[in-house]
């Protein structure tokens, strides 16, 4: 169980993430991180300990940015000692990703042999998250070839992801530049909340304490196997 947040607002969005991983404390203890989006650049801190230890004045200051991700962990999958097993994760092709993910893929073992023999793509730690991201970034690299990023291409993406992993996922990416992706499986086994602020900000978050408590008004369950792709001026699209 791990606690996932994020965020796409008008204004800068890192104490808005800070609080509501405070208010997900409860969902992970073992490691927490941010990362922000500031134009195309992503800028990220994670480590080992709880949400208040881990996050310092300076690293607060150093995540400006109107939309992020943020992550409570504890460890079901990998190496809990691993600091390099905090989340976000992030990948740079296609586009530029960053990931938090609350689940477990049964299958990663036989994904991570198929990332690297048939994908050609490289994973660095034991955690399925990373393995998750990189079929994520090989689909959306197979949806959008020789083609813009919208959110049909997302889609496509998204339910080629359904069709290889197995497991219980509830997951939040940001896509550099794009906007913010987040989908459930399709048994619904994960949670994940959708709401939104007086000003036209969206949240996705693994429980409405958190949108709750931030000053955002919770409007459904992001339902089972369903993604929803969130433009970086909050335009909201959904696919089952």
Not at 85 to 102: D, S
Not at 151 to 170: K, L, N, Q, T
Request: hydrophobic share 40%; charged share 20%.
């Amino acid at each position: 169980m791990c606690g996932i947040v994020g965020v796409v607002s008008n204004a800068p969005v890192n104490q808005l993430i800070y609080d509501a991983l405070l208010l997900l404390q409860h969902r992970g203890q073992d490691a927490a991180g941010i990362v922000t989006q500031q134009d195309r650049k992503f800028h990220m801190h994670k480590a080992k300990g709880m949400v208040r230890d881990v996050f310092r004045t300076r690293n607060m200051r150093a995540l400006p940015g109107h939309s992020g991700l943020g992550q409570v962990r504890y460890p079901t999958a990998g190496d809990a000692y691993n600091e390099e097993e905090a989340q976000p994760f992030y990948v740079n092709a296609p586009f530029g990703i960053v990931l938090v993910h609350n689940g477990n893929l049964t299958n990663a073992d036989a994904l991570k042999a198929e990332l690297f023999t048939t994908d050609h793509r490289h994973i660095n730690t034991e955690s399925d998250s990373e393995v998750l991201l990189n079929v994520l970034a090989h689909e959306l690299g197979r949806a959008t070839r020789g083609a813009a990023l919208g959110p049909e291409e997302v889609f496509a993406a998204v339910s080629a992801v359904h069709r290889r992993i197995r497991g219980s996922y509830a997951l939040i990416a940001q896509i550099a530049g794009r906007g913010m992706l987040a989908f459930r499986d399709p048994f619904g086994i994960r949670p994940l909340d959708l709401g939104r602020s007086a000003d036209g900000g969206v949240m996705l978050a693994s429980e409405s304490v958190a949108l709750e408590g931030t000053g955002f008004t919770p409007e459904r369950d992001v339902a089972p196997g369903e993604a929803v792709f969130v433009t970086l001026d909050g335009t909201v699209h959904t696919r089952q």
